[in-house]
């Protein structure tokens, strides 16, 4: 009698009922995603950085 309430039919009540519990959980996860991505993203930028300064330098030695 709920749904009908609302007007929906019992399998529309089921079908929104089934969105609204996998909202959440999935915008959770594209957070962890996301969070973990910009992490690794920062990391190679950082390792890339180490590694061009290291080149560089090992240049300069070569040609002092």
């Keep these: ?5 609302w007007g929906l039919s019992p399998l529309q009540d089921q079908q929104l009922a089934g969105v609204l519990m996998w ?3 999935a915008a959770f996860h594209f957070g962890v995603m996301a969070v973990l991505f910009v992490r690794w993203l920062r990391n190679t930028e950082a390792r890339m950085r ?5 080149v560089r330098v090992q240049r300069e030695a070569e040609h002092a």
């Design 1 to 5: 009698a709920g749904a009908a309430v």
């Design 23 to 25: 909202i959440p959980p």
């Design 50 to 54: 180490s590694r061009d300064i290291s």
